[in-house]
């Protein structure tokens, strides 16, 4: 027999919530509808160094890809793409923006980079979320020793 839910009087009544209901703040929300440096298409963009993080598997993936200001050893453009959710987006977002403004970030410290910092810098995330800022970073300093590992190798 086929049954249909809405019309039966004993099914399980499911409590609404508020759908629109932003949990984070405008920083973040910024920056995961808008973001800053994402790359749909990496055929035409010459980076120097990228990192892989994650899996598409589980749907937790990012990529960066940087540029370097090779007499200077800044980053001078980073690009990126994910997977991941909001946070992740959000995040990486503004990680993209912190290693590249004022001249770019030296590789050093770049590559000592904290996801705290991000986390700062974006106004916070639910402890919950603070994973997702991991991912951003931790691709960024693959994409770093991906360059350092090519220019060590090319001497
Ligand atoms: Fe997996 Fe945020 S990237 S929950």
Not at 35 to 61: H, Q, R, T, W
């Amino acid at each position: 027999m086929k049954r249909n839910n809405h019309n039966n009087k004993n099914s399980t009544k499911v409590s609404r919530i508020n759908v629109c209901e932003w949990p984070y703040d405008d920083l973040v929300k910024k920056h995961f509808l808008h973001p800053k440096n994402f790359l749909v298409d990496e055929k035409k963009y010459k980076a120097d160094g990228m990192g892989i993080v994650g899996s598409p598997a589980c749907g937790d993936m990012m990529i960066v890809w940087i540029k370097i200001n090779k007499k200077l050893q800044k980053i001078k453009d980073c690009k990126w793409r994910t997977f991941g959710c909001a946070s992740a987006i959000a995040s990486t977002s503004i990680m993209s923006v912190m290693v590249t403004e004022k001249g770019g970030m030296e590789l050093h410290d770049s590559l000592h980079l904290k996801p705290e910092q991000i986390v700062d810098r974006l106004g916070g995330l639910p402890d919950r979320k603070f994973h997702c800022s991991v991912l951003g970073q931790e691709a960024l300093r693959n994409a770093i020793n991906d360059y350092l590992d090519h220019a060590k190798n090319s001497k």
